[in-house]
């Protein structure tokens, strides 16, 4: 079954350095979203991206943070200047359409920030 | 208001037992989901539902749509213990695109 593929599965950097997560959407699919789960919170949404531009975004995601779909395949997220509470786990979905279709999750990347 | 609401916190139950846990919003929602997710894992979707009112199975899972489209269920039947997890209802909120999370159920089975 297809799946939604991201790497790397754990980055620890440095407090102020920049970072990229980095994602492959399931092929076939249009839509593509960051979230952010803090240890033991509940799953955030981050943004959506469709077209090659971003549908919609939360109040979290601030000018820290940017996407971008460098190629066919790939879709990253980008922080720039990282802070201690940057540390969480980011999960990519993606999903056929944008509304009211199951988005499939990746396994996730664990930032660390010390 | 597009909050969603999630109870119980958690659950901790014999194996065999059934499980139930719900999701509100005092908002209305066009889609619910449900999803698993497990230690080092992402959620993975378990039951979608579209049309309120409706009423689907997956396995010993089942759900179901609100009629005031303000809720939802999910009922675990004879539980076993790979069941074991946080389950997390999401929707997508009338009024806007993108997908809302509850807190999640931390289900636990105790053999």
């Known amino acids: 079954e297809p799946e939604v593929t991201q790497t790397p599965s754990h980055q620890v950097t440095q407090m102020g350095q920049e970072v990229i997560l980095r994602c492959v959407p399931i092929s076939n699919h249009l839509y593509f979203y960051w979230y952010r789960q803090i240890l033991g919170q509940k799953v955030e949404f981050l943004v959506s991206f469709y077209n090659n531009e971003i549908s919609e975004k939360s109040e979290i995601f601030d000018d820290q943070f940017s996407v971008e779909r460098p190629d066919g395949s790939n879709f990253t997220l980008k922080i720039r200047s990282t802070k201690l509470e940057d540390s969480a786990m980011y999960f990519c979905?993606?999903?056929?359409?944008?509304?009211?279709?199951?988005?499939?999750f990746g396994d996730g990347t664990r930032l660390s920030i010390l | 208001g597009q909050q969603l609401n999630q109870s119980p916190q958690s659950m901790f139950i014999q194996e065999g037992e059934d499980v139930s846990m719900n999701c509100t919003s005092s908002s209305i929602f066009n889609t619910w989901l449900w999803y698993k997710q497990e230690p080092g894992e992402g959620p993975v979707l378990l039951i979608a539902?579209?049309?309120?009112?409706e009423l689907t199975s997956n396995g010993r899972l089942t759900a179901q749509f609100g009629i005031t489209r303000k809720d939802s269920f999910l009922n675990i039947s004879a539980s076993i213990p790979s069941d074991v997890g946080i389950y997390f209802c999401a929707g997508h909120p009338r009024t806007n695109n993108d997908m809302r999370f509850g807190a999640g159920t931390r289900l636990t089975v105790k053999p």
């Open positions: 979905a993606s999903s056929e359409a944008l509304r009211n279709q199951p988005q499939h």
């Open positions: 539902l579209y049309k309120a009112g």
